[in-house]
């Protein structure tokens, strides 16, 4: 939120996001099937999504403490 750009995904070269890490990242495909994240934005944090698997999905990936 700051008005800085957002740094760069090591692996991808690309602004980290959310849509880049819930979705998109390589580095979490792991995470991402392990806890059944869809690979739609919509339904991965859309209102009828399981955000349960998605702050699981942050603690496995260790993003969870810096947002």
């Given amino acids: 939120?700051?008005?800085?750009?957002?740094?760069?995904?090591?692996?991808?070269?690309?602004?980290?996001?959310?849509?880049?890490?819930?979705?998109?990242?390589?580095?979490?495909?792991?995470?991402?099937k392990d806890l059944n994240i869809p690979d739609n934005l919509y339904e991965a944090i859309g209102p009828f999504s399981n955000f349960h698997n998605i702050i699981l999905f942050l603690k496995k990936i260790e993003l969870h403490n810096t947002i």
């Fill in 1 to 32: 939120m700051a008005k800085t750009d957002p740094p760069l995904c090591p692996t991808c070269n690309t602004n980290y996001s959310i849509k880049h890490i819930i979705i998109h990242c390589p580095n979490f495909n792991d995470a991402r």
